[in-house]
C-alpha cells in the first residue's frame, strides 16, 4: 500500500468489564494492539475463530462498541480525521454516510415495524443526500442488481414477509443506498445459498471497483474472501496472527493457525444403510402459504429415520425453513400432515403435548433473536432442563456446566449474557439449550451459517458424535453443501416451495442431474483466487449459447 491511506487504525484496544463473583468485575481486552491502513478501492478481509474480534474492529471502525464494552486505546482515522475524538453528535453524522455496517444479523438489525424500503432509504433521505423519489429510485436498482424479487415492490414488504437470505440483501442494499466511503461487511453472505452468495459477491466488487469505497470484508469462510480482498488479517483471541496479500495468505500461509483454517476439510459420515423400520418422521403432501393463497410449499412429502440426518438445501426463499416452521407446529398447513413416532402431530403448536414438543427440538438460524437478552447463558440452557425434567438447583448447573462443555465455551460462560457473546458462541449457547431437553428430533436451521470453520467442524463433529451415543435424528437444514456431504445420510433439494430431488446421498450427489442441482454443486466457493470470475464467465457462455 503507498502512503496515502484512508484508513488509518493503530494500536487499536477494545475491552469489556464482565460479572464476576462477589460482585466483582474484570477487564478482558477483546481487540489487543490492531494496527492496519486501508486505500480506497481496497478490500482487507478479516479472518478468525468466533470472538476473535473481527465484528468488534468493524464496529470500531464506525467508532462504536457494543453494550458493555469500549475502545481503550489507539486510533481510528478517516481522511485523517480522527473518528474516535468526535463527540456523539458528530460521530452519528459520518455513520452511515461516509461510513456504512453491514450487520451479521439482518433479522435483528431491521425494525419489524417499518417497510424495508423506508429503511433502506432512512440515512439518505435523513442527510439529505437524496430527495426521496431519487433514493427509492437508487434503492430498486440496487434491489435488481442483488437479484432480489419483483424490484419495484420489494420495498414494500415488512422484515417478517421475506426469507432470512433476502433480509440480508437488503441490508447491502441499505448500505450501499448512502453512497458511503467505507463499508463494514460483517458476514453479509452467511445467510445466503451457494447460488445467490455468487450474485451478491460479484454485485459487492462491482460497487466496490465502480465507486472506489474502501471496505472490511469480516468472515469465517476464507474461500469466500478470497474471492473479493486484496488483503486478508487473520486474527485469533483479539490478536492479529497474520497480515498480507490474498495470494500470499491462500497459498503461502506462514503461521500454524492460517494454515489449519486454509487446509481445513469437513470428514465426510460414513453414509448408512436405509432402515427397514418405519420413519421416525414422516412429512406428507405438505402444501403451506402464510396468507393462505400464494403457496410458499407446494406437495411436499420425505421421510427421516431415527438416528439419521436429512439434510434440506435450496436457495433462499425455496421453503427450507417453512418447512421446518409447519414441522414444529408453528405454521399450519394447507393440506397433509405430519406424523412423528407413528403419530399424526396436531397442525398447531398449543395442540401438543409436553412429550412431543421435548422429542422434537429446534435450533434457530438467527442466534440474535433466539434467546432472551436479560437472562444469563445459565438461564438459557438451564430452563429446558428445569421445564422438561423437573432438574433445579445444584443439579440443574452441573447439568448446565456439563452441556457448556460439550459445546466448548466451559463454566466460565455460565453467568454471561448473550450481548458479551459473539456471534458463534450465541449459536452454540442455542445448541446446548436444545440438546438439554434430550429429544429424538432436532432441527438444525442453518446452525454452523455463523461458525469459523474450525470451531464448525467441531460442532458437526459433536452432533455426530452425540447421534452416534444418543441415536438422534437430525433435520439439517443448510446451504453449505461442503456440510451436507460431510453429514448427510439422505438428501432433499427444493427450488420455489418443491421438492426438485430427494434420495440417498449417494443418489443425490451422483449425475445425471437436474439443471438446478447441478447449478447448486458449481456454486460453492473454492479456495482459488479467481473462481468468481471464472464461475460467472462459464455461467454467461453457457446462457449466450441457450
Given at each position: 500500500?503507498?502512503?496515502?491511506?484512508?484508513?488509518?487504525?493503530?494500536?487499536?484496544e477494545?475491552?469489556?468489564?464482565?460479572?464476576?463473583?462477589?460482585?466483582?468485575?474484570?477487564?478482558?481486552?477483546?481487540?489487543?494492539?490492531?494496527s492496519?491502513?486501508?486505500?480506497?478501492?481496497?478490500?482487507?478481509?478479516?479472518?478468525?475463530?468466533?470472538?476473535?474480534?473481527?465484528?468488534?474492529?468493524?464496529?470500531?471502525?464506525?467508532?462504536?462498541a457494543?453494550?458493555?464494552?469500549?475502545?481503550?486505546?489507539?486510533?481510528?482515522?478517516?481522511?485523517?480525521?480522527?473518528?474516535?475524538?468526535?463527540?456523539?453528535?458528530?460521530?452519528?453524522?459520518?455513520?452511515?454516510?461516509?461510513?456504512?455496517?453491514?450487520?451479521?444479523?439482518?433479522?435483528?438489525?431491521?425494525?419489524?415495524?417499518?417497510?424495508?424500503?423506508d429503511?433502506?432509504?432512512?440515512?439518505?433521505?435523513?442527510?439529505?443526500?437524496?430527495?426521496?423519489k431519487?433514493?427509492?429510485?437508487?434503492?430498486?436498482?440496487?434491489?435488481?442488481?442483488?437479484?432480489l424479487?419483483?424490484?419495484?415492490?420489494?420495498?414494500?414488504?415488512?422484515?417478517?414477509?421475506?426469507?432470512?437470505?433476502?433480509?440480508?440483501r437488503?441490508m447491502?442494499?441499505?448500505a450501499?443506498?448512502?453512497?458511503?466511503?467505507?463499508?463494514?461487511?460483517?458476514?453479509?453472505?452467511t445467510?445466503?445459498?451457494?447460488?445467490?452468495q455468487?450474485?451478491?459477491?460479484?454485485?459487492?466488487?462491482?460497487?466496490?471497483?465502480?465507486?472506489?469505497?474502501?471496505?472490511?470484508?469480516?468472515?469465517?469462510?476464507?474461500a469466500v474472501?478470497?474471492?473479493?480482498?486484496?488483503?486478508?488479517?487473520?486474527?485469533?483471541?483479539?490478536?492479529?496472527?497474520?497480515?498480507?496479500?490474498?495470494?500470499?495468505?491462500?497459498?503461502?500461509?506462514?503461521?500454524?493457525?492460517t494454515?489449519?483454517?486454509?487446509?481445513?476439510?469437513?470428514?465426510?459420515?460414513?453414509?448408512?444403510?436405509q432402515?427397514?423400520?418405519?420413519?421416525?418422521?414422516?412429512?406428507?403432501?405438505?402444501?403451506?402459504?402464510?396468507?393462505?393463497?400464494?403457496?410458499?410449499?407446494?406437495?411436499?412429502?420425505?421421510?427421516?429415520?431415527?438416528?439419521?440426518?436429512?439434510?434440506?438445501?435450496?436457495?433462499?426463499?425455496?421453503?427450507?425453513?417453512?418447512?421446518?416452521?409447519?414441522?414444529?407446529?408453528?405454521?399450519?398447513?394447507?393440506?397433509?400432515?405430519?406424523?412423528?413416532?407413528?403419530?399424526?402431530?396436531?397442525?398447531?403448536?398449543?395442540?401438543?403435548?409436553?412429550?412431543?414438543?421435548?422429542?422434537?427440538?429446534?435450533?434457530?438460524?438467527?442466534?440474535?433473536?433466539?434467546?432472551?437478552?436479560?437472562?444469563?447463558?445459565?438461564?438459557?440452557?438451564?430452563?429446558?432442563?428445569?421445564?422438561?425434567?423437573?432438574?433445579?438447583?445444584?443439579?440443574q448447573?452441573?447439568e448446565?456446566?456439563?452441556?457448556?462443555?460439550?459445546?466448548?465455551?466451559?463454566?466460565?460462560?455460565?453467568?454471561?449474557?448473550?450481548?458479551?457473546?459473539?456471534?458463534?458462541?450465541?449459536?452454540?449457547?442455542?445448541?446446548?439449550?436444545?440438546?438439554?431437553?434430550k429429544?429424538?428430533?432436532?432441527?438444525?436451521?442453518?446452525v454452523?451459517?455463523?461458525?469459523?470453520?474450525?470451531?464448525?467442524?467441531?460442532?458437526?463433529?459433536?452432533?455426530?458424535?452425540?447421534?452416534?451415543?444418543?441415536?438422534?435424528?437430525?433435520?439439517?437444514?443448510?446451504?453449505?453443501?461442503?456440510?451436507?456431504?460431510?453429514?448427510?445420510?439422505?438428501?432433499?433439494?427444493?427450488?420455489?416451495?418443491?421438492?426438485?430431488?430427494?434420495?440417498?446421498?449417494?443418489a443425490?450427489?451422483?449425475?445425471?442431474?437436474?439443471?438446478?442441482?447441478?447449478?447448486?454443486?458449481?456454486?460453492?466457493?473454492?479456495?482459488?483466487?479467481?473462481?468468481?470470475?471464472?464461475?460467472?464467465?462459464?455461467?454467461?457462455?453457457?446462457?449466450?449459447?441457450?
Open positions: 500500500m503507498s502512503d496515502s491511506h484512508f484508513l488509518q487504525v493503530s494500536n487499536l477494545v475491552s469489556a468489564s464482565i460479572n464476576m463473583p462477589g460482585d466483582k468485575r474484570k477487564k478482558i481486552i477483546l481487540v489487543d494492539n490492531i492496519f491502513n486501508l486505500q480506497r478501492g481496497e478490500v482487507i478481509g478479516l479472518i478468525g475463530e468466533s470472538g476473535a474480534g473481527k465484528s468488534t474492529i468493524g464496529l470500531a471502525a464506525l467508532a462504536f457494543r453494550s458493555g464494552c469500549g475502545i481503550t486505546g489507539g486510533s481510528i482515522k478517516i481522511n485523517g480525521l480522527d473518528i474516535l475524538s468526535l463527540s456523539d453528535r458528530e460521530k452519528n453524522k459520518i455513520r452511515g454516510t461516509q461510513v456504512a455496517y453491514v450487520a451479521q444479523s439482518a433479522a435483528a438489525a431491521f425494525n419489524p415495524a417499518h417497510r424495508i424500503g429503511q433502506v432509504i432512512e440515512v439518505a433521505i435523513q442527510h439529505k443526500l437524496m430527495s426521496k431519487q433514493a427509492l429510485s437508487y434503492a430498486n436498482d440496487l434491489y435488481a442488481k442483488l437479484g424479487p419483483d424490484p419495484e415492490n420489494f420495498g414494500r414488504r415488512y422484515p417478517h414477509q421475506v426469507s432470512g437470505g433476502q433480509l440480508q437488503a447491502t442494499v441499505m450501499l443506498c448512502a453512497k458511503p466511503d467505507l463499508i463494514i461487511f460483517d458476514e453479509p453472505t445467510a445466503l445459498d451457494v447460488t445467490t455468487i450474485e451478491v459477491l460479484a454485485t459487492i466488487k462491482n460497487a466496490i471497483k465502480d465507486t472506489g469505497v474502501a471496505a472490511l470484508y469480516i468472515t469465517h469462510d476464507l474472501v478470497a474471492q473479493v480482498s486484496d488483503f486478508i488479517m487473520v486474527l485469533r483471541q483479539g490478536k492479529m496472527i497474520e497480515f498480507g496479500t490474498t495470494d500470499a495468505i491462500i497459498n503461502h500461509a506462514q503461521q500454524k493457525y494454515q489449519e483454517l486454509v487446509s481445513i476439510r469437513v470428514a465426510e459420515k460414513i453414509e448408512q444403510a432402515p427397514s423400520v418405519r420413519p421416525l418422521l414422516e412429512i406428507n403432501h405438505i402444501d403451506a402459504a402464510y396468507d393462505g393463497s400464494n403457496k410458499v410449499l407446494e406437495d411436499v412429502t420425505l421421510h427421516l429415520h431415527a438416528g439419521q440426518t436429512l439434510s434440506i438445501v435450496g436457495e433462499s426463499g425455496s421453503g427450507k425453513s417453512t418447512l421446518a416452521r409447519v414441522i414444529t407446529g408453528l405454521l399450519s398447513p394447507l393440506q397433509g400432515n405430519i406424523v412423528f413416532q407413528g403419530v399424526e402431530l396436531s397442525a398447531e403448536l398449543k395442540n401438543r403435548d409436553i412429550e412431543q414438543l421435548r422429542e422434537l427440538q429446534m435450533i434457530y438460524q438467527m442466534a440474535d433473536v433466539a434467546m432472551n437478552p436479560r437472562h444469563t447463558i445459565g438461564q438459557i440452557i438451564g430452563r429446558p432442563i428445569e421445564f422438561y425434567h423437573g432438574i433445579k438447583g445444584a443439579q448447573r452441573r448446565t456446566i456439563e452441556l457448556l462443555d460439550q459445546i466448548e465455551l466451559g463454566e466460565k460462560y455460565i453467568d454471561r449474557y448473550p450481548a458479551e457473546l459473539s456471534g458463534g458462541q450465541k449459536q452454540r449457547v442455542c445448541i446446548a439449550r436444545a440438546l438439554a431437553a429429544p429424538s428430533l432436532i432441527i438444525c436451521d442453518e454452523t451459517s455463523a461458525l469459523d470453520p474450525l470451531v464448525a467442524d467441531g460442532i458437526l463433529q459433536l452432533l455426530m458424535s452425540l447421534q452416534k451415543e444418543h441415536n438422534y435424528a437430525y433435520l439439517f437444514i443448510t446451504h453449505d453443501l461442503a456440510t451436507v456431504k460431510a453429514i448427510s445420510d439422505s438428501i432433499a433439494v427444493m427450488y420455489q416451495g418443491s421438492l426438485v430431488r430427494f434420495g440417498q446421498k449417494s443425490v450427489l451422483s449425475p445425471p442431474f437436474d439443471d438446478y442441482t447441478q447449478m447448486l454443486l458449481s456454486s460453492v466457493p473454492e479456495m482459488e483466487l479467481g473462481w468468481l470470475e471464472r464461475i460467472l464467465a462459464s455461467r454467461k457462455m453457457q446462457s449466450a449459447d441457450h
